[in-house]
């Protein structure tokens, strides 16, 4: 297994999450380090402070040098994919080839409702959500770039100069669904973010998504595996390391490491220690 650490830029200081990943930069058993794209805390206050995400990502990635980085994962409603293509080719080239272009369907209703930004049905989402893979990884690879489709059009775009990562940066989908998000995680992804839940249960969306890949004619070993591993408030390090080891004993390839707010870098070595000393880390060939 590989490893990586998530620092959601929200109920914490610009400081603190710097401090975090510039220690992570020096801890080779962290493989990536993460932020989400909210524009309002979730699962708390929404009435608490949040770092927009991708301009976090982007000074994060000045901030670090050998971290892989990547926002698990964009809410793909809020910005037009041909404005995250360019946004992701820019700092595909200022990170030097470290971006991972994490991408989902989007859901929180509360935010976007609060900006007038359409979400609309679950239908209209993954529709939505379906183009825009399309319409990216087009811009990302393709001199140029014609689609005509319901919610997006593009004629003869191009999106110049394109990153260092060929045919383009590796495309994360996140999310659990077996009827959509699997299936086009099938067609489009490199990395399949399960987003959280039991070993049995990610073992069941990974047969799914086998599935999936077997309709579209892919072979599921090229599509990496990733999964939120949350590190309980009171730090319980081991407990984060063995359900992680649960995770990979049903073929997980990364753990991410849900680090809690406020961040503090005094987390960092004991749990690079525990991950050490389980015996699960492997690194990428």
Not at 5 to 25: E, G, H, I
Not at 149 to 169: I, M, S
Not at 190 to 204: I, K, L, R, S, Y
Request: aromatic letters at 8%; one cysteine or more.
């Amino acid at each position: 297994m590989r490893f990586a650490f998530k620092t959601s830029p929200q109920n914490t200081t610009w400081k603190d999450m710097l401090a975090v990943w510039q220690f992570a930069d020096d801890i080779d058993v962290f493989d990536s380090g993460w932020t989400f794209d909210h524009f309002y805390p979730i699962f708390s206050d929404p009435a608490g402070p949040c770092l927009e995400g991708w301009v976090t990502l982007t000074a994060l990635a000045q901030a670090t040098a050998r971290l892989r980085i990547g926002v698990l994962v964009t809410g793909i409603h809020y910005r037009h994919p041909a404005v995250l293509a360019n946004m992701a080719s820019a700092l595909d080239i200022v990170s030097d080839g470290r971006l991972e272009l994490g991408i989902g369907a989007g859901w929180n209703e509360e935010e976007s409702q609060a900006y007038g930004i359409e979400l609309g049905t679950v239908r209209d989402r993954f529709d939505r959500f379906e183009e825009a893979c399309q319409v990216l990884k087009g811009l990302l690879a393709e001199e140029t770039t014609t689609f005509h489709g319901r919610f997006y059009q593009l004629t003869d775009a191009r999106n110049e100069p394109k990153g260092p990562q060929r045919p383009h940066p590796p495309i994360c989908i996140g999310g659990s669904g077996e009827k959509r998000t699997l299936r086009i995680t099938a067609r489009y992804a490199d990395h399949w973010n399960f987003v959280g839940g039991t070993p049995a249960e990610f073992a069941h969306k990974r047969e799914v998504l086998a599935r999936h890949c077997a309709d579209v004619g892919r072979d599921p070993a090229e599509i990496m595996t990733s999964a939120h591993v949350r590190l309980s408030a009171d730090l319980d390090v081991g407990r984060a390391v063995d359900e992680a080891a649960a995770l990979g004993a049903e073929g997980l390839d990364l753990a991410i490491i849900y680090l809690p707010a406020p961040h503090h870098v005094a987390v960092l070595e004991p749990l690079a220690a525990a991950i050490s000393q389980s015996g699960l880390l492997s690194k990428p060939s």
